[in-house]
């Protein structure tokens, strides 16, 4: 998590291929991703975007509140996202408040 938050790609890349989970969360219920998008961390995101599935709803209001780029896996996830009802609504909910209209046209198709 330390290391997503930092955007130490290769360090994150030497633990995902490990087998380290990008699902676990710390104390405040953030997953790796989430600090990687709170960071900013483009290239971290694209790593864990593809392979994270927990911790979704946040991940989507980080996403939007940060105006994160979104880079074809950031588009992926949010593809995943749309089938899980309530991510999706949540989802929807922090782009519509944070005016991330292409985020929104993602989670709507």
């Given amino acids: 998590m330390y290391a997503a938050g930092e955007g130490a790609d290769e360090t994150v890349a030497f633990l995902l291929s ?9 104390n405040d219920n953030s997953t790796a991703l989430i600090n990687a ?3 900013k961390c483009s290239s971290t995101i694209d790593l864990l975007a593809p392979v994270t599935t927990k911790g979704l ?3 989507l209001r980080s ?6 780029e979104l880079t074809p896996a950031v588009e ?3 593809r995943r996202a749309a089938s899980d009802k309530d991510a999706a609504r949540m989802g929807v909910e922090h782009a519509t408040q ?3 209209t292409r985020m929104l046209k993602i989670l709507t198709l």
């Fill in 37 to 39: 998008i709170q960071r």
């Fill in 63 to 68: 996403l939007a509140a940060n105006h994160t």
């Fill in 57 to 59: 709803n946040r991940a």
């Fill in 98 to 100: 944070s005016g991330a």
């Fill in 18 to 26: 490990k087998g380290a989970s990008p699902d676990l969360m710390d």
């Fill in 76 to 78: 992926d996830l949010l």
